[in-house]
């Protein structure tokens, strides 16, 4: 089946040096996947970072940035400097476009980000 | 002003019974969507509607039954309860197009003793 894996747990950085979340995915049954980061900060319902829609392209979002990667099937966040306040939990997914224009998301278990001061 | 309100935020209840999960979205959108969230599990997708239509079925159980009564409504009756049904259900919307972003509630956590 379809499948996303990204870094487990727990990630913790300190403020102003880089990040990167891994993501890889695996699909037998979509032809077209669409690739997202999702972000809950502590206190607030789940909400979309960014999204690539074809591969090769990169998306960028509050400085974050991440590349659809067809060869590797990746989709890895990066930021080249952290803030306190991007500590929150950080979900990568692979949407399959379905019928009437909705879309099925399979998500990752998500990765904490705990920035230091 | 919340988006997407979702009632209640936390539920109780015992095996066997039955429970309805309320979702009403303010954004004007024409799909919407349950996904649940167990323990040590990532989010997974279960429904999906298009205009009051059901488009996507992946629960495999029928104790899982979406209702919508009005086009910004999606609400999800679980009859029979189980302590395997103990998660968080989110609620989503998007508005109609291929590249739609989805927009999520804040979850209802559901514990079956």
């Known amino acids: 089946g379809d499948s996303v894996t990204q870094t487990e747990g727990q990630v913790t950085v300190s403020e102003s040096k880089s990040l990167i979340i891994n993501c890889t995915y695996s699909?037998?049954?979509?032809?077209?996947?669409?690739l997202f980061w999702y972000v809950r900060y502590p206190g607030e319902g789940l909400q979309l970072l960014l999204k690539?829609?074809?591969?090769?392209q990169k998306g960028s979002s509050r400085g974050f940035e991440a590349t659809y990667n067809k060869e590797t099937t990746s989709f890895h966040l990066q930021k080249a400097s952290v803030q306190e306040s991007d500590s929150a939990v950080y979900y990568c997914?692979?949407?399959?476009?379905?019928?009437?224009?909705?879309?099925?998301?399979?998500f990752g278990l998500g990765t904490t980000l705990q920035v230091q001061p | 002003d919340p988006k997407i309100i979702q009632k209640p935020k936390y539920l109780v209840a015992v095996t066997g019974s039955e429970k309805i999960l309320i979702c009403e979205q303010y954004l004007g959108h024409n799909a919407m969507y349950w996904y649940r969230q167990s323990a040590k599990k990532p989010l997974e997708f279960m429904f999906s509607?298009?205009?009051?239509?059901?488009?996507d079925n992946q629960t495999a159980s029928s104790r899982f039954q979406p209702q919508s009564s009005k086009k910004n409504h999606l609400d999800l009756q679980i009859t029979a309860l189980k302590p395997d049904d103990s998660a968080t259900y989110f609620c989503?919307?998007?508005?109609?197009?291929?590249?739609?972003?989805?927009?999520f509630g804040p979850g209802t956590r559901l514990t079956v003793l």
């Open positions: 509607y298009s205009y009051q239509k059901l488009m």
């Open positions: 699909t037998t049954s979509i032809a077209y996947p669409n």
């Open positions: 989503a919307s998007s508005q109609d197009g291929a590249y739609a972003e989805q927009f």
């Open positions: 997914a692979l949407g399959d476009l379905r019928t009437g224009n909705t879309r099925k998301l399979i």
């Open positions: 690539v829609i074809t591969a090769g």
